[in-house]
């Protein structure tokens, strides 16, 4: 098989999965009134419905990395797969809904392992003068994925029933599990040692800080549940990171964050996605609980927004060869965070839904934009063997920006509004969108921290030696 063929089936196997994973954190959405009828379900168990998938997927997802640096990255991926593949049966099979949760939390595993690793294996598989434009179209597939899916899942549930979103998975992962193992070159990290006690501290203290998070709203912040759940998540992070600065060979170098190309590139991340997925969580039942769409109707009529990463990402990802990804990530998170403002400005129970069109795709070029160079400057500030343990930290950090966003915005609409009447939900909806608009804009501040474009030999000198603060030249 020649190079050309073998990273022309790296991508599509990567691509694929990554698609899948990354379709299942929103695709659920539209399927829970189905879910709730049929099982008798609770609004907390709905809630829970959705948290199990994200709460094992971004306290895991270092724990993934990590795991594929040790015992080889091909290997991990297929056992991903195969967890991913058969966590969808049992949530399609589910009698009830305590087994519903279980099987998404463990589908949730699955996707932490594969998600990481799928950046890996196709930055080592695609020529250097290349990558940029292979990492932006990876970048758009996996933004895709999360965009479309309240529009996947309104169709399944429409056209079939809620257990065939789960189903679809099913052929996916067997088809590809095989193709993994024959096609993918297997490769492994450099630590010859798995950093246990890392992993148990930072899976330990980010589980606390997700649990927090997720449920203060229905418990209540105040209370000692959350209190206590914060508090300890945050003190077995802290820990984690004393443990690093002095473990022998640490799942995550604390000198990754000394520099600055990546701190600010995972400042960015979380503060895009905490944007991004609260106010797409509340707008998508703004048309829905507002407008009166039916839930396929509702996401078709976001495609404006979600759609835009198929034709922009992949432009991007070859102009951020060319321009490096500063510029490209800052305009996309101002683009979207002006999206955003547009739509809290104009949002009234009456809107027509041509007034939205506009803000819709000025967030979805932004999307984009952000999509496309993000993976490329997190692994280019890293040395090529520690890809995987710097992707498994920005796809962690990314989905709690998702968490956060969803939490806090949801608070904000709660203190504010509710689902009494359309006027009382946009009364909620509002200020909840402001406030996910004013974030992604610090968002883009911090993409212009990001220096411009470095040399090869000065991105291993602040890897391989003391920690320095890149220089920075003319784009």
């Known amino acids: 098989m020649s190079a050309r063929t073998k990273t022309i089936w790296t991508f599509v196997i990567t691509s694929v999965a990554l698609f899948m994973v990354t379709l299942d954190n929103l695709v659920v959405t539209m399927a829970l009134p189905s879910i709730r009828l049929d099982l008798g379900a609770s609004i907390e168990d709905l809630e829970w419905t959705v948290n199990a998938y994200t709460l094992s997927f971004a306290v895991l997802l270092l724990t993934g990395a990590a795991l594929g640096d040790r015992f080889g990255r091909r ?120 950093d246990l006690r890392g992993l148990g501290l930072v899976s330990i203290g980010l589980f606390g800080i997700v649990w927090g998070v997720v449920r203060g709203n229905s418990v209540g912040w105040n209370s000692g549940e959350i209190v206590g759940a914060l508090a300890l998540g945050v003190a077995f992070v802290a820990t984690f990171v004393l443990w690093e600065l002095r473990a022998a060979a640490p799942m995550l170098p604390m000198r990754y964050f000394r520099n600055r190309t990546f701190a600010a590139t995972n400042v960015a991340s979380l503060f895009m996605f905490f944007g991004m997925f609260g106010s797409i969580f509340l707008l998508a039942q703004f048309l829905q609980t507002v407008q009166g769409y039916s839930p396929l109707s509702a996401g078709l009529r976001t ?65 984009a934009l952000f999509f496309a160079p993000v993976a490329n400057v997190v692994l280019s500030s890293v040395r090529r063997s520690e890809e995987g343990k710097a992707s498994g930290t920005n796809n962690a950090i990314r989905e709690l920006g998702g968490v956060f966003g969803v939490a806090v915005l949801a608070s904000v609409f709660s203190s504010y509004g509710g689902y009494e009447t359309p006027s009382a939900y946009v009364d909620g909806l509002v200020p909840a969108v402001w406030v996910g608009a004013a974030v992604v804009a610090a968002g883009a501040a911090a993409a212009l921290v990001i220096p411009r474009r470095r040399r090869t030999a000065e991105v291993a000198a602040v890897n391989e030696g003391p920690a320095v603060e890149p220089i920075e030249q003319a784009a």
């Open 75 to 194: 290997r991990l991926f297929a056992i991903g797969l195969g967890i991913f593949t058969v966590a969808s049966a049992a949530a399609a099979l589910a009698p009830n809904v305590e087994s519903l949760i279980a099987a998404r939390a463990v589908q949730g595993v699955g996707g932490a392992i594969i998600t990481p690793l799928t950046l890996t294996i196709l930055s080592a598989a695609v020529p250097a003068d290349k990558r940029g434009l292979a990492l932006g179209a990876w970048g758009g597939i996996g933004g895709l994925g999360v965009a479309l899916g309240p529009v996947v899942g309104g169709a399944v549930v429409e056209g079939l029933s809620w257990q065939w979103i789960f189903w679809l998975n099913v052929p996916i992962g067997i088809a590809l599990a095989p193709l993994a193992a024959r096609r993918l070159t297997e490769s492994f990290g450099p630590d010859s040692r798995l």
């Open 303 to 367: 495609l404006p927004w979600t759609a835009m990463p198929i034709f922009i990402a992949p432009l991007a990802g070859a102009l951020s060869d060319r321009i490096g990804g500063r510029p490209l990530m800052a305009v996309g998170l101002a683009m979207q965070a002006i999206g955003l403002g547009w739509l809290a400005l104009i949002s009234s129970p009456t809107v027509p839904y041509g007034d939205l069109v506009p803000a819709f795709v000025v967030s979805g070029i932004g999307m």
